[in-house]
């Protein structure tokens, strides 16, 4: 009697088991039958690294965009467009970097030498073109080994200033000026670099610059502080992503102590220093998603030339120059992009 109960109950299990079996198979048949296949989008892949979200760098970003839509490149219907900001943490950038190498996207752009730096060896791992913008030097800060055609698959645009025209505008502006301040992040290459022209050309004029380094945006109302008691007569913030991202509280600091504040960017002039000789930094990102185009239609990369000239913009925001104290000459108002009405 025991046997026989036993004897049922396994031939109970075997036959619920085998329901079971059955079931799960009708119900994985069915869900693969209403489900939609996996997605294998043929569209082409454009992944974007910026290192932090300011004006300038924004600029670059929708003059990128700009030059894909031109080309027929539109995000969701011919391309798929990858974006990601870093807010200015080195960290960050390169988890991004590594995301962008384990999705394998046809194209890579990186908007800032840092996040250039932290993709270079990821994209070159994967095959992965590259293209920067908003890198001041890239033979510097080693992204490529020439500005011609080279064997890496990188290229990009250069937005190297000449010290010279910076200089100029200062002198203009403010003619009885000695000493100049500088605010920097020390580990930005591309800082670095223009700071080391500024310091040639200004030694050739009789000019001081007084130097203040910065880590994080945090610091750089601290620096900029300093700099005023110092006793500096103006102060010029370089294409530093570190300082730029705290331009308007440098900006307000200028006011408040009547220090003129100069920049390096168009964008830093909307936000309210006093005048820059800059590039437009929408053409810049133009230029960019040209070189973008041209990979996405077969194009090596390494095939194209790194450009690096650019025309220049006197930009001039009057209400700023105004509430920090300096006169602007008729002479350079017509000359300039007004930024902004006296009050």
């Known amino acids: 009697m025991q046997g026989l109960i036993i004897n049922t109950a396994l ?6 088991q085998k ?3 059955l079931v ?8 693969c039958a209403c489900s939609p296949e996996p997605s294998k989008s043929s569209l082409p892949v454009v992944a974007i690294s ?7 760098l924004d600029q670059e970003r929708k003059g990128i965009m700009a030059a894909l839509e ?9 391309i798929k467009v990858i974006y990601e900001n870093a807010q200015g943490n080195m960290s960050t950038a390169s988890l991004i970097a590594s995301s962008f190498a384990s999705q394998k996207p046809t194209v890579v752009i990186a908007i800032s030498t840092p996040s250039a730096q932290t993709l270079l060896k990821p994209m070159r791992d994967q095959q992965i073109p590259l293209v920067f913008t908003a890198v001041t030097d890239p033979l510097e800060a080693k992204l490529i080994t020439t500005l011609e055609q080279r064997p890496e698959a990188v290229t990009g645009i250069s937005d190297a200033l000449m010290a010279g025209p910076q200089l100029d505008l200062i002198q203009k502006l403010i003619p009885s000026v000695k000493t100049i301040g500088i605010v920097y992040n020390a580990g930005e290459t591309n800082s670095v670099k223009a700071v080391e022209q500024l310091q040639a050309e200004a030694a050739s004029r009789g000019l001081t610059l007084v130097l203040a380094t910065v ?3 945090n610091e750089v109302i601290p620096a900029t502080t300093k700099l005023i008691g110092d006793k500096v007569e103006a102060i ?10 705290a331009m308007e509280s440098i900006v307000t600091l200028g006011k408040k102590y009547k220090m003129p ?13 006093l005048a820059a000789q800059a590039y437009d930094r929408v053409a810049l990102g133009r230029e960019a998603g040209d070189l973008v185009v041209k990979i996405l239609k077969g194009e090596k990369a390494g095939n194209l030339i790194v450009e690096t000239s650019h025309p220049l913009v006197l930009m001039v925001n009057l209400k700023s120059a105004q509430e920090m104290g300096v006169p602007i000459p008729d002479d350079t108002k017509s000359q300039a992009k007004i930024i902004g009405d006296q009050a």
């Open 11 to 16: 031939t109970l299990t075997r036959s619920i």
């Open 261 to 273: 504040i100069f920049a390096g960017d168009a964008g830093s002039v909307e936000r309210g220093a």
């Open 70 to 78: 031109a080309a027929g490149y539109i995000d969701g219907k011919t």
């Open 236 to 245: 010029y913030i370089p294409n530093d992503n570190t300082a730029v991202a």
């Open 215 to 217: 880590d994080k945006s």
């Open 24 to 31: 799960l198979s009708f119900l994985t048949l069915f869900l």
């Open 50 to 56: 910026q290192i932090v979200q300011h004006v300038s």
């Open 19 to 21: 329901n079971i079996s």
